[in-house]
C-alpha cells in the first residue's frame, strides 16, 4: 500500500520540542522532494520545510527559521521535522507532502495529518 504517515504531534508547553516523522511505505521517499504543511481552521495551508530531492538542500518559512530543522534518514524512509522553541502560534495540523517530477509524470503524495498544540 502507498502512503505517507505522520507521527510525532502533540502537546507541549511554549519553548519545548516536538520531532514530527513523515514515513512512506510503498514507495522511496529519497526520490522525492518533501515538503512540511501546517493548517489550522479557517486558515489556508501554509508551507514550513521542504527537502530537495536532488542535492537535500532545505527551505524553510520566515516563522521557523532557526527553530526547525528538516532532515532525512533514508534508510528508514522517514523524514524528520524537529521543531525546537515552539510557541503558541505553531500549534496546527501538521501535514507532509512528497512530490516528484520527470519528464511529463510526476508522483505526489500527502499524509493524513498530526496536530501540535502548544500551550500552557
Known amino acids: 500500500q502507498t502512503q505517507l504517515v505522520e507521527s510525532g504531534g502533540g502537546l507541549v508547553q511554549p519553548g519545548g520540542s516536538l520531532r514530527l516523522s513523515c514515513t512512506a511505505s510503498?514507495?522511496?521517499?529519497?526520490?522525492?522532494?518533501v515538503g512540511w504543511f501546517r493548517q489550522t481552521p479557517g486558515k489556508e495551508r501554509e508551507g514550513v520545510s521542504c527537502?530537495?530531492?536532488?542535492?537535500?538542500?532545505?527551505v524553510y518559512a520566515d516563522s521557523v527559521k532557526g527553530r526547525f530543522t528538516i532532515s532525512r534518514d533514508n534508510a528508514k524512509n522517514t523524514v524528520y521535522l524537529q521543531m525546537n522553541s515552539l510557541k503558541p502560534e505553531d500549534t496546527a495540523l501538521y501535514y507532509c507532502?512528497?512530490?516528484?517530477?520527470w519528464g511529463l509524470g510526476a508522483s505526489n503524495y500527502w499524509g493524513q495529518g498530526t496536530q501540535v498544540t502548544v500551550s500552557s
Open positions: 507532502n512528497a512530490d516528484r517530477r
Open positions: 510503498g514507495f522511496t521517499l529519497n526520490y522525492f522532494t
Open positions: 527537502i530537495s530531492n536532488s542535492d537535500d538542500s532545505t
